[in-house]
């Protein structure tokens, strides 16, 4: 059995909205109140009486009771950036310096990144953070180069030379043949 729904001391309040709503919203979460406690409908029927999802027209009619009447519209929609540590014009002002540095043939390194990121915020930050914020503002992972820059080249060609083709252990295909062979 499901429990009563709440809100009966502003029944009368949603009642007067219906004739006066002026949006959509407005009408439908004083819908969200009176359909349960009017005409005992469940939050699923009111639901699809007022043609929205169930938790919507549970979130319309907290709403509602909450501000005492059809809350304000000036209340920005949801979605967006809720958790953003920058805005965007802060973050691009942000990496500037790193992305002239290595415009001019330095090395971008996150970690730096990272820990200036820590030092502007005040408080610790993932690494992906860091990795994220250079997503969002065009930077790729440029490899320089498939070599050690510290490699010595003439030691490598030597070792190439002089190395032991076959050992001992092994054949010429390079498989020892072994009770599993």
Known sequence: MSRKPSGAEILKKAMGCLPEAKTVNELRQAQAVVLPLQFGLSIEQTAEAIGVSTGWACRLRTDFIRSGGPSPTAKPPRGGRRRENLSREEEVAFLEPFFEK??????????????????????PVALASAYNLLHRNGWRKLAPDKQHPQADIAAQEEWKKNCPTCSPKSNKSGRTKGPSS
């Open 102 to 123: 290595a415009k001019i043939g330095g090395i971008l390194v996150v970690g730096e990144i990272k820990r200036a990121l820590e030092e502007r915020l005040g408080r």
